[in-house]
């Protein structure tokens, strides 16, 4: 599989489920309802309502922006943005001294949430077109990293990381949310193109996954939660074998 093949088939499957012409939720799926979806990987109702309605696309694994531990003023940066929901969460703690900063690398995502962002009336967030292996942003001027099931996605993790640690201050901090492999895949699912969008196919084994990050040079890697991970229609062969974990690690 070609790396240019892989994200031309995410970015047309979010771009889908951006324009809201693909109702199944893609990625990390446990209900039909975005909500419930939401709840189950760790939301709050009061964050939830806190929120434009329509940043929630039920799509993410964790809730980083809830173990970050982000203080006002901070500015802070979401990898694989989406809709917005954590960029909005996020803004909601930085206040107006702060500023937080979604990039995505599919137009359909950038617009829906420029647009929540302005029906929200928010004026401490911006979304950049961009990927996550060729970040759009200055170097060393991020306090915060978060990331909610989206470093999965890209074939090239190695490179995601060192972007994701220039762009961090000297003592910056990373929160992730993402899927690993405990135990081998079928080669079968590692080369589907829609497992890989549907954040599976993509998804490395857990000790390479770390090791990518402390090779890095990240300090103080360490999983702050860990629980396996299931979806609707899940190839039974996986089941047991998909973990979401939540991480932190400091430049
Ligand atoms: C599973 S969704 C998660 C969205 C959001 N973080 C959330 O929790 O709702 C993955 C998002 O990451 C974006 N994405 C995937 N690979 C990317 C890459 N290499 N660079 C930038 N964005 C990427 C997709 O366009 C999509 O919006």
Redesign the pocket.
Known sequence: MQEKEI?EF??NR?SKIAKKENSSCS??SVTDSVTEQAQAVGYSTKELKSIPEEAL?G??CGNPTALAEIQKGETVL??????G??VFLAANKVGDEGKVIG????PD?VATSIKNAKNGGYRNVEFRL????NLPIEESTIDVII????IN??PDKNKAYYEVYQVLKPGGRILVSDLVTEGPVPNEIRKNFRAWSE?VGGAIEKNDYLNTIKKTGFKDVEILEQHFFTEINMDERIIGKITSIQLKAVK
């Open positions: 994200k995410v970015k979010y990625c990390c696309f799509l993410g979401d990898l694989g943005s989406g809709g929901i954590d990039v995505d690398m599919t995502m961009g990927e996550i292996e990331s909610n099931c989206v996605l890209t954040c």
